[in-house]
């Protein structure tokens, strides 16, 4: 069971909190990444079944204010990640902008899934995919612009490009609005009041739940999302219903692969594709190899290969 999970709030110690998830981590058989900064806690974990439905209600009761957690279940017949990992650091999810703290606001709106379609297809929406530039490509909503942000720490700047490219006042009408979204939510939550206080934008609309609530409960053939949508484990990306996707990873480079990506002349299986093979040197392509090699002979033991911890081409 596939737990995606954050959550907001004052953590006054994070090392000590860390370590609190540490113990707790460890008792229930729980994998993943955490993240824990002074702002909230980040991330995606796994465990059995019957060890996440236990793990939970003891996570809540670790801090009080994980009431209200925002979590996404998804599943997998195979274990998504090979070892536990908790981080403590500035941020849960980077924007990089000095002196920002999340906060409401009452131009910020969350839009249920079921209603999305009809927001995003009304004239007076502008509508921005606040992910980076491979999540992008594997997929997205009809009509989104995309930032081309190799990471989220760019998303700010994008916003002022975007403000001068496409004022909301430019045409004398009313005022535009601005419809966001992101994988599970969480970007959103950080960045649109950041966009409220300074935007022209009349409303700022961000997707509750993120893309993976909509593939959970829009059927395909009402769907406005085409493509795959990039997920911070080893299913690489998910599609409708949140059924694993047909990516890969490279493991030279830890790009997002398609079958069409990996049916090129220039993808050799766990050591390079078209994105890294003009930028690895001999010596690592040589180790890649080498390690491609020990994985290769440690499947036909069932056994699995620790040195690819998994880790995505970039961060959130």
């Known amino acids: 069971k596939i737990t995606a999970l954050y959550k907001f709030f004052d953590n006054s110690n994070p090392e ?4 609190k998830l540490k113990v707790l981590c460890k008792e229930f058989g729980v994998t993943g990444m955490l993240i824990v900064a002074g702002e909230g806690l980040n991330g995606t974990i796994a ?7 236990a793990f939970l209600p003891r996570l809540f009761a670790l801090e009080p204010q994980l ?3 925002e979590i996404k279940f998804s599943f997998s017949d195979e274990q998504p ?3 536990m990992r908790i ?52 997929g997205t909503f009809e009509g989104a612009i995309d930032p081309q942000t190799k990471n989220f720490r760019e998303f700010p700047a994008f916003m002022e490009r975007l403000e001068k490219r496409e004022d909301p006042t430019d045409d004398g009408s009313e005022k535009k609005s601005l419809a966001m979204f992101c994988t599970g939510g969480i970007r959103c939550d950080k960045v649109a009041a950041y966009v409220a206080d300074t935007s022209k934008y009349n409303k700022i609309y961000r997707l509750k739940g993120g893309i993976l609530k909509y593939l959970e409960e829009i059927p395909e053939e009402n769907s406005k999302w085409k493509g795959d949508c990039f997920v911070f484990d080893q299913r690489v990306t998910v599609k409708h219903g949140l059924v694993a996707g047909e990516c890969e990873l490279c493991r030279g480079c830890r790009y997002p692969l398609t079958p069409d990506d990996r049916a090129r002349e220039d993808f050799k299986e766990g050591i390079h594709c078209r994105y890294c093979v003009d930028k690895l040197t001999p010596e690592q392509m040589k180790s890649a190899a080498e390690r491609h090699l020990q994985i290769q002979l440690l499947s036909k033991r069932n056994q699995k290969h620790l040195g690819f911890e998994y880790q995505p081409h970039q961060k959130r």
């Open 16 to 19: 000590e909190f860390k370590e």
């Open 47 to 53: 465990a059995e079944a019957v060890n996440m439905d």
């Open 67 to 69: 009431s209200g957690l």
């Open 81 to 83: 990640f090979y070892r």
């Open 87 to 138: 981080a403590v650091k500035r941020e849960i999810v980077t924007l990089g902008v000095d002196g920002y703290n999340v906060h409401l606001s009452d131009r910020v709106e969350d839009i249920e899934p079921h209603d999305w379609n009809d927001l995003i297809s009304r004239e007076d929406v502008v509508l921005v995919d606040t992910r980076n530039d491979y999540e992008y490509s594997l």
